[in-house]
Each structure stands twice: as C-alpha cells, then as structure tokens.
C-alpha cells in the first residue's frame, strides 16, 4: 500500500467508468435553484443522490434547513474518526445555473451527460457537480485503500451558491462549533489554464448593482418628440461612461484598491493567463493600463456592463423610450470597503450631473473578497502534495478573478482556505454547451487522492 498504488486506483475508477456513471446520475436531476419550481429537485439531490454515496463511506449525514427563507437546503456529511486527529472541512454545491436547454448546440443538452472527445457535455458537469464529485471519490479511494481515512472530514454541500449563497454565512455562525476545523479544502472555479494544475486561496468579491434612468411613463414618437424629449438610454449610456473609460479602466478611484502588496505582485509572476486556442483571446489594451494580465484579473477591481436595456430592443419602434436600466457588476479585491460603493457611485453621478440615475442592489446580497497569505505553512503543503502527483509546479493564485463564498470560512470559521479546481476558463460554465474536460477531471482524481493520502500518512502542517 503506497501513494502510487491508490493514485493508480483513483486513476482506475476514472478509466474503468465508475466516476462518469456518478457523474451522469448527478447531471440528470434539474437542480436550478434560480427556478423556485425546481426546489424539489434541490431536495432530491442531496436526500437520493448525496446522502447515499456519504452514507456507503460510513459518514453521518444531516440535511439542514437554509436560514434564508425559500432557499435550498444545506447537507452536512461528517466522519470523525477521532477527534485528537486533523479535521479538513470540505464544500461544495449541488445547484446550477438555468438549463437554457433551447440554447444548446444541437445533439446535446443540459440534463444528459454526452461526451465528444475530451469534453463532457451537460450543465454541472464544471459548476459544480463535477468537482465535488472529483473530491468524494477521492475520498472514497483513500478509505478503501487504508480502511479509515487518518483525519477526520467535515463535508458541506449548499444549494443555492448561484444565488450568491443566502443564509450560507448565517449558517456557518449558527453551526461555528459543529463546523470547527483545521482546514479547508474545496474545489469550484477554473485552473490557471487547462494543462497547469492550480491552487488559490481566496477570490475576488462580487456586487452586482442596477443603474436606472426613469424619465417618463411610456415610450414618444421620435417624429414628434425627437429633440425635445431627453432620452434615458442617451443619459444612462453617458454616466455609465463617467465611470468606467472606452478601454475598460474605472475612473472612480475610490472604487479601486490603494496598491498591489508586493507579495502578490511576486506570487502572480508565475501566474500569467493562457488561454486555449478555442477560448476568447485576451485584448492587452483593455483594462487598467501598467498592469500585467494576471494583476488585471487577480490583484484589481473591475466595472463591467452585464446587461444594458431601453425601448424594445426585440422589436424597436421609432418612439423615445421612457425608461433605461443597466445591470452593472464590480468585481473587488480583499482589502476594499465593498459597503460603501454605492455611496461613492451616488457621489460621483451627482458630481457629474447625473442625479436622475438611480442605484440599487441587483441582487440581496454580495460576496466577500478573501486571499490566504501565499506563505501559509498549508500553501506550501498542497502545493508540494500536488506537485508530487503530477509531476508539475501548481500555479499558486493568492485569489481567483471570480467570486465564492470564501468569507463564510476563511472570516467566519476562521480557517485556511485552498481551493483546487477542476474545470478550465473555457468551460462555458453558466453558458449553453457547459462542459468539462476529462484530462482535468481525470488529474483531479490524481490530486485529491495524494492530498488526502498525504494527511492520512502524517504528511502535514501541525495543527493546534
């Protein structure tokens, strides 16, 4: 019984079918917890499908109740095998995003796994199915290969992240003790690029805002009013560029971190973004001038348009509409005071003559940014773990550009974080014709298991 022999074994479950059989099953159950009617769904996946595959690993399970109102529920699966032991808490979630089945390329779908090559189709399969399925495998080697696991795991699996994890945060407060750990470990997001095993230790904050300019009840004809009738989406178009240049550079300085800490600077040398020949190219001219790729996407902020309506734009009419709306997203750094943007956005319209836009939250709530120190005794660790088993350096991101729920662990519970993907950025992931790519699901399997053998074995930082 060495580390080669239960990677080769986890490299077996994935060749042999075992892990796609899983993974189709778990494809299959319609768990969009952005459609209140698939609430069933989401109670089905962890009672009929999770639930079952913790229970043959002899874990505990318990599905408990979201604090937030018509929110999905939240399974919590635990093996403590002696609490003198290291405990790693693990997480993940089992909703998705809108199927958009009418959306997809023909000869596939989003609720059965196809696979075409390297690529296996069918939405969950990167976000976020797929990856906890990686990590419960792993899991489930390591036990049958040592016959008890050598630490103890908390598993936590949410269902409503893609709403931005409601109740996620009150859940862990209310359950700090039961959640105690020394670790976590988790895999969500993209690596680096598709060929380079990643681990990162935090990610960017998200806040989604809507900008709106109501002039009128009712759209005008231009014939009749045009020149005479101020147009919402001229005036909304105007302050939204206030904000952000022609080339993607924020232009309220209040909305941006002070500086990039050296330590970041250093870590994300070895971390430039590559995309694949089949992924979008990056536009070196866009986006805060001086900066590296990486520090643009990692180490800054950012002030994107995700969706700008006026009039109809289905079927446009020669009238002056009354009305514009924009949805607009910021994407943050630790460190930023994420509170006070709409204050600052408020301030900054009314300095320019925009007072008749308005700013509201798009969504109830945002995500925190959080970013592990690179020099983390447990940094160290994985990184030398993943290495090991791939025969690779890992690139090691202080954060990704997206957004988790990190806060709830690494500021709530109090933990180091590591996150180790297993999807790619081309993944289409929350887009029609989600996919994710076998080689990496395959090497995952590789990673998760000589991580968890190497806490088994005694491989690992002290822990308290």
């Excluded at 032991?85 to 997809?104: E, F, I, K, N, S």
């Amino acid at each position: 019984m060495t580390r080669e022999t239960v990677i080769a074994k986890a490299t077996r479950h994935f060749d042999e079918g075992q892990f796609i059989e899983d993974l189709a099953r778990r494809v299959a159950i319609r768990t969009e917890s952005q459609i209140p009617e698939s609430r069933d769904q989401l109670d089905l996946y962890l009672k009929e499908e999770i639930a079952p595959a913790f229970a043959r690993m002899d874990f505990s399970t318990e599905i408990l109740p979201n604090p937030v109102e018509g929110v999905g529920p939240i399974l919590l699966a635990e093996r403590i095998e002696d609490p003198a032991l290291p405990t790693v808490l693990m997480y993940g979630h089992g909703d998705v995003v809108r199927g958009l089945a009418d959306q997809w390329r023909e000869g596939i779908g989003p609720w059965q796994l196809k696979q075409e090559g390297d690529r296996y189709y069918g939405r969950g399969t990167a976000d976020n199915k797929g990856q906890h399925s990686v990590n419960m495998a792993a899991l489930e080697v390591v036990l049958k290969e040592r016959g008890r696991l050598g630490f103890n795991v908390k598993f936590m699996l949410e269902t409503g992240e893609e709403l931005s994890s409601p109740g996620l945060r009150e859940f862990c407060e209310r359950h700090k003790a039961r959640l105690k750990a020394d670790v976590l470990i988790a895999s969500d997001g993209p690596r680096l690029s598709a060929q380079r095993p990643t681990l990162y230790l935090g990610s960017r904050g998200c806040i989604n805002l809507n900008f709106t300019v109501e002039l009128r009840d009712g759209a005008h004809h231009s014939g009749n009013w045009g020149g005479l009738l101020a147009n919402p989406g001229i005036v909304l178009a105007h302050a939204l560029a206030s904000i952000v240049s022609r080339d993607g550079r924020v232009l309220v300085p209040e909305l941006l971190p002070d500086t990039i800490p050296d330590s970041i600077r250093r870590a994300l040398q070895d971390c430039q973004p590559s995309p694949e020949p089949d992924e979008p190219q990056i536009d070196p001219w866009w986006g805060e001038p001086g900066l590296s790729a990486a520090e643009k996407v990692y180490a800054w902020n950012t002030f994107e348009i995700l969706a700008f309506r006026t009039g109809n734009p289905d079927n446009p009419v020669n009238a002056i509409p009354g009305k514009a709306v924009a949805t607009c997203q910021i994407r943050f750094v630790a460190g930023c005071d994420v509170e006070s943007y709409i204050g600052i956005l408020r301030k900054h319209l009314d300095a320019n003559g925009f007072e008749c836009v308005k700013i509201s939250m798009a969504r109830k709530s945002f995500m925190q940014a959080t970013r592990l120190d690179p020099d983390s005794p447990w940094v160290r660790w994985a990184a030398e773990s993943i290495r090991r088993s791939t025969g690779v350096n890992p690139a090691v991101l202080p954060n990704i550009g997206g957004s988790l729920p990190n806060d709830c662990f690494a500021e709530t519970l109090g933990l180091p974080t590591l996150w180790v993907p297993h999807s790619y950025a081309g993944c289409s992931q929350h887009a029609p014709d989600e996919h994710a790519l076998g080689s990496i699901l395959r090497e995952g399997l590789q990673i998760m298991t000589g991580l968890f053998w190497d806490l088994a074995e005694g491989d690992r930082p002290e822990t308290s």
